[in-house]
T-cell receptor, first 115, second 111 residues
Framework: DTAVSQTPKYLVTQMGNDKSIKCEQN?????MYWYKQDSKKFLKIMFS???????INETVPNRFSPKSPDKAHLNLHINSLELGDSAVYFC??????????????FGAGTRLSVL | KQEVTQIPAALSVPEGENLVLNCSFT??????LQWFRQDPGKGLTSLLL?????REQTSGRLNASLDKSSGRSTLYIAASQPGDSATYLC??????????FGKGTHLIIQP
């Protein structure tokens, strides 16, 4: 059973298009995240979200928006795609409870290529 | 703003050696420090989590230490095996702000 699953695994699209990446977790976690790993393999937090609060990294363009239809899902919508958006996007989740103990569980990633 | 640095960027050692990967972070106000493993084309696998109140954690051949006051963590791998070859990522923070990652150490264990 995959704990954190992302679809699609690969996404190739043209500049200017709008696309979405889906993320689902079956761990019962309350907090979910999106990270971006660039071509130099550097991972950066984009968003963290629970049912009460969305925290956005200030460097993320407003073309990116997370949407959570329910606690188990956090989808990433990207408008007007640009070449620089090409990267691997990872979804993660962590449980509630004592924050210091909260391991983050990652999905396998979505490789986005913008042509 | 938290910054995480990992040294070395790459390491190649013969099988069976013990090795140490280093991680430093600039902001000691963290909930925890986590070590992850990433295999090529794959996601991240959590190896160890050290809470901010702890000094070390062990799992099998892996031991991670944390010195919050000096902003340092080390990952010790004993009796390395070819299957340990991967990129090892250190991440500091936790909580609603998520994790701040280092750029990783690319480890190759030669058979």
């Amino acid at each position: 059973d995959t704990a954190v699953s992302q679809t699609p695994k690969y996404l190739v699209t043209q500049m200017g298009n709008d696309k979405s990446i889906k993320c689902e977790q079956n761990l019962g976690h309350d907090t979910m995240y999106w990270y971006k790993q660039d071509s130099k393999k550097f991972l950066k937090i984009m968003f963290s979200y629970n049912n009460k609060e969305l925290i956005i990294n200030e460097t993320v363009p407003n073309r990116f928006s997370p949407k959570s239809p329910d606690k188990a899902h956090l989808n990433l919508h990207i408008n007007s795609l640009e070449l620089g958006d090409s990267a691997v996007y990872f979804c993660a989740s962590s449980p509630t409870g004592v924050v210091a103990k909260n391991i983050q569980y990652f999905g396998a990633g979505t490789r986005l290529s913008v042509l | 703003k938290q910054e995480v640095t990992q040294i070395p960027a790459a390491l190649s050692v013969p099988e069976g050696e013990n090795l140490v990967l280093n991680c430093s972070f600039t902001d000691s106000a963290i909930y925890n420090l986590q070590w992850f493993r990433q295999d090529p084309g794959k996601g991240l696998t959590s190896l160890l989590l050290i809470q901010s109140s702890q000094r070390e954690q062990t799992s099998g051949r892996l031991n991670a230490s944390l010195d919050k006051s000096s902003g340092r963590s080390t990952l010790y791998i004993a009796a390395s095996q070819p299957g340990d070859s991967a990129t090892y990522l250190c991440a500091a923070g936790g909580g609603a702000d998520g994790l701040t990652f280092g750029k990783g150490t690319h480890l190759i264990i030669q058979p």
